[in-house]
């Protein structure tokens, strides 16, 4: 194969859904990807916003691949923003040196300032080269930790929090909407109806878990492999240490590992002393289009709830 002269970016391109599939994301993760998967974060429409895809081909195949989902941010002033959010960016092995990544990464840029996006979100860990090249093109990084078990359980994890099964009901994103509106000057992902926060927080690819945690908290739990994934919790700040201690100690007992995701410093903290793994990284934020490029570069001052089942 020649140089990069011959990549070329397709956006939605008819026909080639098995070329940018399961095998290929397998292929370029070294990580099981199947057909329901690639449904749920690459084909899946949230609200009215259909999804695209955009790959990356030298004429002979495709090189590299990534999703682009897309949602609403709110902010304190209460201003809804449309944003894209990218999704499975990848590059085949054997393409990798080819500036692939860079290519792919400017079409997403380019349609997210078609669909009229203020901005592009990737979440990276701290040494995520993906992080860095976002930095280079003038992204905003909010602080984010990717929380998780390590070792055998201690007694920094037992609890004696009741949890319980608990029917999914309209109230609960009802409830946690309210309290973000309320929570002064946060801001986090909107969801416009209790249809698009279900299908974005339950009806999920792996089994999802409802929760009551304690007399007030929700949680839902989304079991991947033999890992708990805290994809959602509705908890006071005062709350939330008690539920997170509850909800690790709940998968241990069960012999599972724990991860949730979080931009609330809080909870990095109470992690810490629970002596669960902290892994820092950021929420990336880069605007599409000059115009809002003041906009975005005001989010880095702002306290964030972002949760796991937000972002993918």
């Not at 070329?19 to 290929?24: Q, S």
């Not at 669960?276 to 975005?296: D, I, K, Q, Y």
Request: aromatic share 8%; net charge positive.
């Amino acid at each position: 194969m020649s140089g990069n002269t011959e990549l070329r970016v397709l956006v939605n391109p008819g026909g080639m859904s098995a070329d940018f599939g399961a095998h290929f994301l397998t292929r370029c993760f070294a990580a099981s990807w199947t057909e329901a998967m690639c449904r749920w974060y690459l084909r899946r429409a949230f609200g009215d916003e259909s999804p695209d895809h955009l790959v990356l081909t030298d004429d002979e195949q495709v090189v590299a691949g990534c999703g682009l989902a897309y949602r609403l941010l709110r902010t304190p002033d209460a201003a809804l923003h449309r944003v894209s959010v990218v999704v499975a960016a990848c590059t085949a092995p054997g393409q990798r040196g080819r500036g692939c990544y860079a290519r792919i990464l400017q079409g997403a840029i380019e349609r997210s300032a078609a669909r009229g996006c203020t901005a592009l979100l990737g979440f990276v860990t701290a040494d995520n080269a993906t992080g860095r090249g976002l930095l280079r093109l003038g992204a905003t990084a909010v602080p984010s930790a990717y929380i998780s078990s390590a070792g055998q359980p201690t007694a920094s994890l037992s609890s004696t929090l009741r949890l319980c099964a608990a029917p999914v009901s309209e109230i609960w994103p009802e409830r946690a909407g309210a309290r973000l509106r309320s929570a002064p000057g946060e801001a986090g992902f909107h969801y416009p109806d209790a249809r698009s926060w279900r299908s974005q927080m339950v009806d999920r690819p792996y089994s999802v878990q409802s929760l009551c945690v304690g007399g007030s908290c929700r949680a839902l739990v989304e079991r991947v492999g033999d890992t708990d994934r805290l994809q959602w919790l509705d908890a006071t700040p005062r709350e939330r240490t008690a539920a997170i201690r509850a909800l690790a100690h709940y998968a241990r007992r069960r012999q599972q590992k724990f991860f949730m995701y979080s931009t609330r410093p809080d909870d990095a903290t109470a992690a810490g002393r629970l002596g669960l793994s902290v892994r820092p990284g950021f929420m990336m934020a880069l605007a599409p289009e000059r115009r809002h490029e003041p906009t975005v570069r005001g989010w880095a001052t702002l306290p964030w709830h972002v949760q796991s089942g937000d972002r993918l």
